[in-house]
């Protein structure tokens, strides 16, 4: 099976950076306007005559050459006041994943606001109960625990079972996979920018191309079409990044840091 799935952060309106989701250092590279989170959207439909289909729809099978997904991750309170009204306007519907540590915090989102995203007929998932900076290096019962509690938390506030989950900050592994599935997990989305999708256990695995701020709206268009450039750029990037990450480290994180500050 394969997949095109974009991952989105905040859309935020009167470049209110700080109102909305997490705050700091390289969280306003993923905020985009409004106003181009629209373009974004019309880019999209320009290319794709079919709308965004949703995780349990995919799992059961598609006839269509290559469906795309819309996420949403961190929880941030635009999902509810920005997003999915414009979304609604399209007839469109999207993955909300919510960081349950957070919820009801300044900027993020409320049960209230969570329960009126389901209703309007959107996912909900978990983004880890606390958004460790680095998931793949927490323990097998950290991971468990980040996985288990969040979900119990959006479970209760949904009243039935949240079983889809994305990995905050792209610090995937298989272990994390495997504490997804173990935690009831059915989708998990990663940020690995690829449309193969493989399974984790039980656990059906989706990888994701990061949108970022000031990035052309053709670009999304590109992503989720069927035959693309953009993807193996995307790519390329990621695997160059990873091997940053992987050998570099916290010495990575803290260069990252200083970078965003400079900017």
């Excluded at 985009?32 to 349990?56: G, K, M, N, Q, Y």
């Amino acid at each position: 099976m394969r997949v095109a799935c974009l991952l989105y952060h905040d859309v935020i309106a009167n470049n209110e950076l700080g109102s909305s989701g997490f705050t700091g250092p390289g969280t306003s590279k993923y905020k985009l306007s409004s106003r181009d989170f629209e373009a974004h959207l019309a880019s999209i439909a320009a290319v794709r005559r079919d709308p965004p289909t949703l995780a349990h729809i995919f799992e059961s099978g598609s006839d269509v050459a290559l469906p795309f997904f819309l996420t949403f991750d961190d929880g941030g309170k635009s999902a509810a006041t920005v997003v999915a009204p414009i979304l609604a306007s399209m007839g469109w519907r999207g993955h909300f994943f919510i960081t349950a540590g957070q919820i009801g915090n300044d900027g993020f989102l409320n049960a209230e606001q969570i329960r009126s995203l389901r209703k309007e007929g959107h996912v909900i998932g978990s983004h880890s109960f606390s958004h460790p900076m680095r998931m793949s290096h927490c323990s097998e019962e950290e991971l468990i625990e980040e996985w288990t509690s969040s979900i119990h938390i959006l479970s209760n506030i949904l009243n039935e079972q949240v079983d889809t989950a994305s990995v905050p900050g792209g610090y995937y592994s298989k272990r994390v996979g495997e504490a997804a599935a173990t935690a009831g997990i059915r989708v998990l989305f990663n940020s690995e920018p690829t449309t193969a999708v493989h399974n984790v256990l039980s656990c059906m695995v989706v990888g994701r191309y990061n949108i970022s701020r000031g990035m052309r709206a053709s670009v999304s268009a590109d992503l989720v079409s069927v035959h693309s450039r953009e993807r193996s750029k995307h790519w390329l990037f990621w695997n160059f990044k990873k091997l940053a990450k992987t050998f570099a480290g916290r010495p990575y994180l803290a260069a990252r840091q200083w970078l965003l500050r400079e900017r």
